[in-house]
């Protein structure tokens, strides 16, 4: 079954500090993808990268940084030079394809509270 | 615009009347999915649909039920509803599965008293 860890509850870090959002992730499958979602306090759910198992190329945009380690099952999100505006809860998650009889579902870890503060 | 619309973003209720929040996407996902969120427990699948007429449980499907009689719509239904359904209510859609990016809903915050 697919499962999903984030064992980091809450974070709080200093303005302009790096920061890394751990994710584990277990899976029976060859074939599946990743996520990162954000929800900010106000509540609405935003999409932020999507990773297929093939794909182990890290990737980065802006400030944010996605490390994809197959052989840690890992798949680790980290924001340099935090601000204000990053504080969030962040959600992992994971999918299984279809193609290999797999489920249609979508599984999410419990979330990491981040906290930046000025 | 494409978005996701669910109605109502609040809602009180008392336990046992039944209740339904519609939510209805735009961009002719095939794929719709509903999930709850809970402190502690991330965000949990309700149930999911394919397409029209496709339905099946996810990992918290007690107490609900859905349908998908159209592409754009798939309201959540709770019969008669319990304090432990109290809960935010998220639905997203996709455009083919759920290996493919989805689209929230603004959230359903739910009181059953």
């Known amino acids: 079954a697919q499962k999903v860890t984030q064992a980091q509850t809450e974070i709080s870090v200093v303005e302009k500090e790096d920061v890394t959002l751990d994710c584990v992730y277990e899976t029976r499958d060859t074939t599946y993808y990743l996520f990162w979602y954000k929800q900010p306090p106000s509540g609405e759910l935003v999409f932020l990268i999507r990773?297929?198992?093939?794909?182990?190329q890290n990737e980065i945009s802006g400030r944010y940084s996605w490390n994809f380690q197959k052989s840690t099952s890992s798949f680790n999100f980290t924001i340099t030079a935090s601000q204000v505006v990053d504080s969030a809860v962040y959600f992992c998650a994971l999918s299984e394809a279809v193609g290999q009889g797999g489920s249609e579902k979508l599984v999410f870890g419990k979330g990491t509270k981040l906290t930046v503060n000025p | 615009e494409a978005q996701v619309t669910q109605n109502p973003r609040y809602l009180i209720t008392v336990t046992g009347k039944k209740l339904t929040v519609t939510c209805s996407q735009n961009m002719n996902h095939e794929y719709m999915s509903w999930y709850r969120q809970d402190p502690g427990l991330g965000l949990r699948q309700i149930y999911y649909?394919?397409?029209?007429?496709?339905?099946d449980k996810g990992d918290v499907p007690e107490g609900y039920k859905v349908s998908r009689k159209e592409k754009r719509n798939f309201p959540l239904i709770l019969e008669s509803p319990s304090p432990n359904q109290t809960s935010l209510y998220f639905c997203a859609s996709s455009l083919s599965g759920a290996w493919t990016e989805a689209f929230f809903g603004q959230g359903t915050r739910l009181t059953v008293v």
């Open positions: 990773r297929n198992s093939f794909d182990e």
């Open positions: 649909s394919m397409n029209v007429e496709v339905t």
